[in-house]
């Protein structure tokens, strides 16, 4: 088993995600997710459950969680890099790639325990700009955080059609509420 001595957390957050790189001797958390996770093993052991699995990761492994998901964690002497992801960063990345369009819902492949080399690399990179905190390393973070993105999007998530959302040029908004001001426009006299 690997040892891994209590140190601080390092953590990153902007409006459109957080990264949180962790090392812990033993924590159990609760989490009710209103935003997409990636919870990257370094190494140690970590458990999960979540309402779809339960599961462990191996070292290298990693676990996608949506939003509106509750899940507990249970990590003993582990280093984990725990993203996550506001659903508008997600939407705007596949819109902006093409990967989906403006009328999908994004939901990724959850409740697997995943292994993948890009995944491993951009982890890698990400743990290195967190901790080595250098000049602009802002800028760096969010280029890999949106390369995590898209390949997560890629590779590992399920598009559903919703008329809920589109995409604008102001950005992501409800289109029930576009639907709305159109028919007040339309009924202006009345």
């Known amino acids: 088993m690997n040892r891994v001595e209590k140190r601080p957390l390092r953590l990153f957050r902007n409006e459109h ?10 924590a159990n ?3 009710e997710n209103l935003t997409y996770s990636l919870v990257y093993l370094v190494l140690g052991d970590f458990s999960f459950t979540t309402p779809d699995r339960s599961g462990q990761l191996a070292p290298g492994n990693f676990l996608l969680i949506n939003p509106a998901t509750s899940s507990k964690h249970v990590a003993r002497n582990a280093s984990l890099l725990i993203l996550e992801l506001s659903p508008a960063l997600v939407i705007d990345c ?5 990967l989906a369009g403006t009328s999908n819902s994004v939901t990724f492949r959850a409740g697997e325990t995943l ?4 995944i491993s690399r951009v982890a890698a990179d990400l743990i ?3 901790s080595e905190v250098e000049r602009d390393h802002e800028a760096a973070i969010a280029a890999l955080v949106e390369q995590m993105v ?7 998530s399920i598009l559903k059609r919703t008329d809920a959302l589109e995409f604008s040029r102001v950005g992501l908004f409800d289109r029930r ?4 001001v159109e ?6 006299d009345e």
Request: glycine share 0%.
């Open 94 to 98: 596949a819109a902006r790639t093409r």
């Open 177 to 180: 509420l576009r639907r709305a």
């Open 17 to 26: 995600c957080s990264l949180a790189y962790r090392q812990e001797k033993r």
């Open 150 to 156: 898209i390949h997560v999007l890629r590779h590992y």
């Open 115 to 118: 292994s993948d080399p890009t």
């Open 128 to 130: 290195h700009e967190i």
């Open 183 to 188: 028919l007040m426009l339309a009924q202006l």
């Open 29 to 31: 958390w609760l989490t």
